[in-house]
């Protein structure tokens, strides 16, 4: 490459490079307009109340009671549990 075609090569990339940068400005002002109309979109969503506030309740509330009938279960299993070694140890004995 001659030296004259390289700095042709490096001023048509500067020229593109200040072209860029001119539109840059434009580039950044739609940027923020959007980022500004999606953060009002959220802010109006975050404001409203939750729809589902009942309906989360309720399941949890099922979630509550089932939760406690497993709980029972498992306190029954163990008794049973309990009472099969101590009448296998009785029986041992004998």
């Given at each position: 490459?001659t030296?004259?075609?390289?700095v ?6 500067l ?15 739609e ?11 959220a802010q109006t ?34 008794v049973l549990?309990e ?12």
């Open positions: 490459m030296m004259q075609t390289a042709s090569v490096l001023i048509t990339k020229d593109n490079l200040l072209q860029k940068l001119e539109n840059e400005p434009v580039r950044l002002a940027s923020i307009a959007k980022n500004e109309t999606q953060l009002k979109n969503l975050y404001e409203q109340p939750f729809e589902h506030t009942e309906e989360l309740a309720r399941l949890i509330e099922k979630q509550s009671a089932i939760n406690a009938e497993l709980e029972f279960g498992k306190a029954e299993e163990q549990d009472d099969a070694e101590e009448n296998g140890a009785e029986e041992m004995d004998r």
